[in-house]
């Protein structure tokens, strides 16, 4: 597809986006400012991304260290400007967490204490703080990462290990981050959403060391629940960057 495509697709579907955000804003009586998109650019070309950065994205994620390396030493529009900034919402292996450290302004996806460990020594010797999320498994499926927080027994054990974040001096912990189960109805995710907003409320009662303001949550299929729910940041790829919109 010649360059000028992309750029008229990424443009139509971000206004389309941004819309849409608006909207379930407003319905929420939530300010447009209380939620960043995130554009997902995994697989995508550089020209795609390009593209967004030209449309005035700047948040930017990928899922794994891999693309976020190729994407962060890629030339493109934004050397010569402000950089985007760079979310990694992938899991990491505990290996790679100096390398992540590297190439991430902010990690969503840390899904274990020993992660958070790694991550925080390695931040350490970077001589940075790097702000982090955590990853929640809300619903308990086997083939999702993230701390356990289906059962109340399974939230009390994560809450013991959320506590022992507050030792980790060079990870800023600023929320949660979840991914919805994969379902037919946008609805079908919102007591995914309402659950993890309800695990910050008592994060912020029990562990008042960070304000576990942001939550992460809500993609193509679902955005727009989740910010019915409270999400702060959504993580949007397909709707950005498809040929077909998805509404
Ligand atoms: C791919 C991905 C997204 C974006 O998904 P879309 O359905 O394309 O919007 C969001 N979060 C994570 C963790 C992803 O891997």
Known sequence: MAPDEVCLRIRANLERIEGRILRACDRAGRARGEVTLVGVTKTRSPAEVEAAYACGLRHLGENRVEEL???RSAPGPWL????????MIGHIQSRKAAR???VSDRIHSVDSLRLAQ???????E????????????VSGEASKYGFDASTPAAEDALLAEAAQLEGFAHLEVQGLMT?????????QARPVFARLRLLRERL???LPFSTWRELSMGMTDDFEVAI????????????????????
């Open 69 to 71: 390396e190729a994407r």
């Open 80 to 87: 010569a400007q402000e950089p985007p900034t760079w979310h």
């Open 100 to 102: 992540a450290v590297a």
């Open 118 to 124: 790694r991550l925080d020594r390695a931040a350490a």
């Open 126 to 137: 970077a001589g940075r703080v790097l702000p982090v999320l955590l990853e929640i498994n």
């Open 179 to 187: 991914m919805a189960p994969v379902v037919a109805e946008p609805e």
């Open 204 to 206: 912020r009662r029990e």
């Open 228 to 247: 019915q729910e409270g999400a702060t940041l959504v993580r949007i790829g397909r709707a950005i960057f498809a040929p077909q919109i998805h509404e």
